[in-house]
């Protein structure tokens, strides 16, 4: 339905189409940022031996966030006197859209996808290193030395971090021969390339919870040493955008992992009458538990620990998976 | 001519660049004029996705907009983050440089009025990622080593400069 309407003619209807298709797809990463919120902090309150929110909606507090957005809309909205006033207004824009931006071109299943792009993968990761920008600059118009910290910290860690996610994803488009989403998918039917690329599975896990920023590599908002990084200033409405960015984020990252290393919309053998969408559901849900997971069980890194295990175990590592891998290429086109 | 997606697209992402580039020259603030290069280096990317030359819009924007600018940022941040610029230029000057605009204008005016592009080959941008890497590795392999060695060089260039900094810091204690 999607390929027809890329290739037809350009017209208000269809204009009209994809604003539509749009919207529905923002309806529902808003609703899976607001129960994604509200199960992380149920399953962080199951670890730590507690009950989590469990007051407002029903006994498994389901309205929980809703109640936490409608406080946030209603919040007065405050701009420091002393910050950059445009720029302190741009920021949480210029760091929520390529978080939705990188959305289109994830394929949820084989017909259910919005962009098929040949580079899928690279724009993934192009699009994705914006949202820096929009940090950077949101910490600098601050005006504020915590936020300069925190937004130092952000470029830092996000720049370290991407060379051994790029690195550590090459193996697999050396397997596939290709940079597109869906292909990779395709190749999966002989084996998830959680299987055939377990290094690079591990390494890729790791720099991704660093490039969203969560614990334990939340260096650009360590409450404990400032405040809360990059978004100190930052109140209501304008917050909400930079927490939303991060969840949204969130979403994209797992989406990811699951098309890149668990096979996608691809069934396990001998349940292939289950379809597609539950099987990406069921992997995604996994793959959202683990960071959830991570969270709950790690403590912070070091700022210095951090930038060396990046560039010192990382990158080596990721480094000698594609060195294997094309190894292992060559050697099984021998036999 | 009609009123197509394509045109209407093209239009908005080069007011965007152009936009951006006079926001460049004409801000004060070092910081604002990094922020307005982003968005022309973005939409001159979504020009060329409008090429369908969609690999080297990716690079692009991974390149540009997001290593460069943020290398930019910090290298302002940890200098002079407050530096703004100002305009010093006397009127004849002022009056000089329109004048050589207008000339520059005219005469690209008159050269794009009469070129006329011989109708070339028109697979390029069929697998163009595709393309770029065969021919980067088969043709042009001298010169993209020799590019890395040039980085290597200027790594370890880095790295002498930052070690050479410690040792003076070291001896001041």
């Known amino acids: ?335 | 001519m009609t009123f197509s997606g394509e045109f209407f697209a093209f239009m908005s992402l080069a007011l965007v660049a152009v936009i951006g580039g006079v926001l460049l020259l004409n801000l004060t603030k070092v910081v604002h004029m990094v922020v307005a290069l982003v968005f022309t280096f973005v939409s001159i990317a979504g020009i060329y996705v409008l090429l369908s030359a969609e690999f080297l819009a990716a690079v692009q924007i991974l390149i540009y907009s997001g290593a460069i600018t943020i290398i930019m940022l910090f290298g302002i941040m940890l200098t002079r983050h407050n530096d703004t610029s100002e305009p010093k230029i006397g009127r004849w000057r002022k009056l000089l440089l329109f004048a050589g605009v207008l000339g520059f204008a005219f005469a690209v005016y008159i050269g794009i009025y009469n070129l006329d592009l011989p109708s070339a080959p028109n697979d390029l941008h069929v697998n163009n990622t595709e393309q770029i890497g065969i021919e980067l590795y088969s043709k042009f392999i001298i010169p993209f080593e020799v590019t890395s060695v040039l980085l290597l060089v200027a790594l370890i260039g880095s790295i002498v400069l930052a070690k050479k900094d410690d040792e003076k810091e070291a001896e001041k204690e």
């Open chain 1, 1 to 335: 339905m999607v390929e027809e309407l890329l290739y037809s003619e350009a017209g208000l209807l269809n204009f009209g189409i994809f604003f539509l298709l749009a919207t529905v797809l923002l309806l529902v990463v808003l609703g899976f940022v607001t129960y994604a919120i509200l199960a992380e902090r149920k399953v962080m309150g199951f670890m730590q031996l507690r009950q989590g929110p469990n007051q407002v909606g029903g006994r498994w507090g389901l309205l929980q966030t809703v109640a936490d957005v409608l406080k946030l809309l209603l919040k007065e909205d405050t701009i420091p006197k002393l910050a950059d006033r445009p720029l302190f207004i741009l920021a949480p824009v210029i760091a929520f859209a390529p978080a939705f931006m990188v959305l289109a071109t994830i394929p949820f299943t084989d017909k259910l996808q919005f962009a098929d792009i040949g580079v899928g993968l690279l724009y993934y990761i192009a699009i994705s290193g914006l949202t820096t920008v929009g940090i950077v600059t949101g910490a600098w118009a601050s005006n504020n030395k915590y936020a300069l910290l925190g937004g130092m910290r952000a470029a830092a860690q996000m720049i370290s971090y991407e060379i051994p996610l790029v690195m550590s994803v090459l193996g697999i488009i050396l397997l596939t021969g290709s940079l597109n989403l869906n292909e990779i998918v395709e190749a999966q039917k002989n084996g998830w390339f959680i299987i055939w690329q377990p290094i690079a599975f591990i390494v890729f896990l790791i720099a991704s919870t660093a490039e969203l920023n969560r614990v334990p590599f939340d260096l650009p908002e360590a409450e404990s040493e400032l405040v809360a990084g990059f978004h100190v200033e930052y109140s209501g409405f304008r917050w909400a955008f930079f927490m939303l960015a991060e969840y949204v984020y969130f979403f994209a990252m797992a989406s990811l992992t699951t098309v890149l290393f668990l096979g996608g919309w691809l069934p396990l053998p001998f349940l292939e009458f289950i379809p597609g969408a539950v099987w990406f559901a069921l992997k995604f849900t996994a793959v959202i538990f683990i960071l959830v997971w991570f969270r709950v069980t790690f403590p912070r890194l070091r700022a210095d620990q951090l930038m060396e295990f990046g560039w010192k175990v990382l990158l080596p590592v990721a480094l000698a998976n594609i060195f294997l891998t094309a190894l292992l290429k060559e050697w099984l086109n021998i036999f």
